[in-house]
């Protein structure tokens, strides 16, 4: 098996960050992408330098070289490593602040957005964390 060039470590307990991660799993024919939840018990923030707290505000990577990628460029990253060429390319070209801010957006609304949209991923969100 092949080490992967990034790993995501992602929320477990937002649905529609775990729905996308299934989606950039299949679509990952080449074992470029690693994840980790760190929502599982076994999960030790201090491990990766980093605090938990700093970790459920943004979605953060670890590259093969072991450099660590926050937020926007996370995505763009993993998007390139699947080969979804409509997805980074144009999201390249957003200037940072502006991709920054949005993303920011997201992750600080992930929760009610699973609850809100979900269903149009087939995604349910029962967990307390989606009653805030």
């Known amino acids: 098996m092949t080490q992967p060039t990034l790993t995501l470590l992602y929320d477990g307990s937002c649905p529609l960050c775990s729905w996308e991660k299934r989606r950039l799993m299949r679509r990952d024919k080449h074992g470029l992408l690693g994840f980790i939840d760190i929502q599982s018990p076994a999960f030790d923030a201090r491990v990766y ?3 938990m707290q ?4 943004r979605l953060h990577g670890i590259t093969h070289d072991g450099r660590m ?5 996370v995505l763009i990253a993993s998007y ?6 409509w997805a980074y390319i144009p999201l390249s070209m957003v200037p ?3 991709m920054e801010r949005a993303y920011g957006w997201f992750a600080d609304h992930r929760y009610e957005l699973s609850r809100r949209f979900g269903h149009w991923f087939g995604v349910v969100c029962e967990k307390e ?3 805030r």
């Open 129 to 131: 964390s989606c009653r």
């Open 54 to 57: 700093a970790l459920m505000r």
């Open 69 to 73: 990628l926050v937020g926007a460029e």
């Open 96 to 98: 940072r602040r502006l």
């Open 80 to 85: 390139r490593a699947v080969g979804w060429w």
């Open 49 to 51: 330098g980093v605090s």
